[in-house]
């Protein structure tokens, strides 16, 4: 039986089950030039959120009672296109839904021997460009620096401070369990490691983890966490604006402490990305994320949720920080 | 009589004449190597005020009982180093007295033939420094782009609108009073002004001003002005932060929208710096506002206060926008 997942409402504030549907639907009719996919995996990122909201933004808003989309991994299983043979295991953006067809058109092929297929949504895919391209584009990490991570323990973040550890800096990850400070330093070879769930104030703590001041800020979060690493920064910081999760379903407009005043004393930067600005250099990013994971530099750790009908919980739940590196649903 | 003049307290909120004290002193015997100088114009600026706290910032707070310092034309009245000459002018940073003796270290020579005197405090000085490298090095401004500007008809912000003239760009201005509104237009070339004082919506103002959105932000002011423009900033937008004179005498920590969603939104970036930081350019810089002078492409305005006593008021003035252009004390 063939399914798809709708957006029914939009969210006011933190999205519920209620706010998606899942309707039956039939098989598609397959065409000439069409590949007939099935849905493997399914990423649900923060960003989504954004997707939600009827406003302007780099990507159009989600519609109502159309299917939700994001990045799938899905396997070609019959094709009326020459580029592609059943069996094919392609990634790219698509519907939410089990099967569907397409033209080929933004599908790449990815290879199942190279990695486990769940890791082309993530550390080969766009959560570790994300980390790869921030932290070096933007944040111009230098040995012997210093680089707080928020967020440190999901998808992006976990890449980030490996990364940053191959570039000779030293580490400090945010996030919101004992058991993710744990992995931080144990799996992902943070220097140091902070909970800012029961840490009542995050500037000092900060402080303590990175006496010689923050030069980078790799910032998945925003929010309360921010202030406190925005009080430790170093003239001359780069503070790589990535996500905002811990703001964005706030229903009235966020407020905090200015940062003006901050930028100006220390000459720093804050600078906002999405990972498609690096397009032209995606395949330069897989190339050397893939090097690295290779030689064993880089670790990575996922979230799995079975089912299909499971994507929206999966989604929902990445806002109460229950994912532990990427969130993917396996659907089937 | 020679005279000093001293920070007596350290303000809390804007400050007042009492937290000054103008003292007499004895003048200075010469020693062999310096020379006996004589202040002709004192610059006031709004990051004294930051110096004033006693905080760590990019340059040391001033101390209690001890004189203010700031950039200065001085006349040599007297030498004994074989580098200057009695009647040479010369500029530097030098504490607010009447008289004094320097060894001549980091001041340099000024022509009064090039420019008025005053002018090496202003447009051939920090200020107009401070214009040209924040904004063509931070900024990157292009041709066909729009450039808002706040505290626009101040000493920096009516720099900064003729340059990115010159660069091609749309000029919007915004400023505190309708004399200066008419300024920015009829002086200064600004194509769009606004006044922030009479403006109730200040980000429909600058949707009116700016309809293609903003590309280039030199904000010298910050708080609500920067909130109106922040709502109408374009992808890859460029925000300088170069000043926040409304917050320089808040005295709890200023708060208001949180900025990470919009540079996530947009890929833009804020960026604050200090002049200092391009000290190794400031020779290509003074070159090039030279030249833009003197073939009449930019234009100055000065507010200048006659006497020595009244340097602590014309400083005070600042923060109520009393001045147009450069703010400087003719001491005698």
């Known amino acids: 039986m063939n399914k798809e997942i709708l957006l029914k409402n939009r969210p006011d504030g933190k999205p519920s089950i209620s706010d998606f549907e899942i309707r039956e639907i039939d098989e598609p009719q397959l065409n000439d030039g069409e590949i007939l996919i099935e849905a493997q995996y399914i990423s649900v990122d923060p960003y989504l959120r954004g997707r939600m909201k009827d406003q302007k933004s780099y990507i159009e808003p989600f519609k109502l009672d159309e299917p939700m989309s994001s990045a799938l991994v899905v396997k070609v299983t019959q094709s009326k296109n020459d580029s592609f043979s059943e069996g094919d ?22 290879d199942a021997n ?25 944040g111009e990490p230098k040995e012997g620096e210093t680089i707080v991570v928020s967020g440190a323990a999901g998808a992006v973040g976990s890449v980030v401070g490996q990364i940053a550890k191959i570039k000779g800096l030293k580490t400090v990850g945010i996030a919101g369990s004992d058991e993710k400070v744990q992995m931080l330093k144990e799996k992902f070879g943070y220097d140091e490691a902070v909970n800012y769930k029961t840490t009542q104030d995050m500037a000092k703590a900060i402080n303590e983890g990175a006496p010689n001041g923050v030069d980078v800020y790799f910032d998945n979060v925003g929010g309360e966490v921010s202030d406190g690493v925005l009080a430790n920064i170093n003239h001359f910081a780069r503070v790589i604006n990535c996500g905002a999760i811990s703001l964005y379903n706030e229903t009235e407009m966020p407020t905090g402490p200015r940062v003006e005043p901050i930028l100006v004393k220390n000459s720093a930067k804050m600078q906002g990305f999405i990972v498609r600005n690096y397009q032209d250099q995606f395949q330069d990013g897989i190339k050397q994320l893939a090097t690295w994971l290779q030689e064993d530099k880089l670790k990575f750790e996922e979230t799995i949720v079975e089912g299909f009908e499971n994507t929206p919980q999966a989604f929902i739940d990445l806002f109460d920080g229950k994912n532990k590196g990427k969130m993917v649903v396996k659907t089937s």
Not at 89 to 110: A, D, H
């Open 89 to 110: 295991f392609l990634m790219g953006n698509l519907p939410w839904k089990k099967i569907q067809t397409s033209n080929g058109e933004n599908l790449r092929k990815v």
């Open 114 to 138: 190279q990695a486990p297929l769940s890791a082309y949504l993530g550390i080969l895919g766009m959560t570790g460009l994300t980390a790869y391209f921030g932290l070096t584009d933007i």
